[in-house]
């Protein structure tokens, strides 16, 4: 599977995407993921991933540089297309962009309330190293906080 760079006209398919992947998080909290605007700044600061072959895409993966750290997040999958292995294979290219911008390490984050991700990632290699308080302008349905992972690479 080919996986390019998506531009910035495919922010409103993106945002789609991103929101139906995400619906898992309603039981504690309220909203959308993510907007229109939110999706439309992250293209400055570093790019979306996405499988070559669908129109409009499967799915994504934000990805970041930040000095000789990678990081990525909004892992996101079509909910009929998950369980495939597209979201393994996602991670796997945006560890290789990390590596193609010379960073040594990969990080992302989790909220604590996913249960089922930390083994996921762990699957992958990544480990736990940390956490940080959730936004307090994002009010929650229940307390949470974020799990930073990270993978040297």
């Not at 309330?113 to 940390?130: Q, T």
Request: hydrophobic share 40%; glycine share 8%; proline share 6%.
């Amino acid at each position: 599977m080919r996986i390019r760079v998506a531009e910035i006209a495919e922010a409103e398919g993106l945002v789609n995407l991103i929101n139906a992947a995400f619906r898992v998080e309603k039981f504690f909290i309220d909203g959308d993921r993510i907007n229109l605007d939110q999706v439309r700044s992250l293209f400055p600061k570093g790019e979306f991933l996405v499988p070559d072959e669908d129109a409009p895409p499967a799915g994504c993966v934000y990805v970041e540089q930040r000095g000789e750290r990678a990081y990525f997040g909004l892992l996101s999958i079509d909910p009929a297309r998950q369980r495939s292995g597209l979201g393994s294979r996602l991670v796997a290219a945006a560890e290789d962009w990390g590596r193609e911008k010379g960073c040594r390490f990969m990080d992302l984050r989790i909220v604590n309330l996913r249960e089922e991700l930390p083994r996921f990632y762990r699957r992958l290699g990544y480990v736990e190293d940390g956490t940080d308080s959730f936004p307090a302008d994002a009010p929650t349905k229940l307390p949470c906080h974020f799990v930073n992972m990270s993978k040297t690479l």
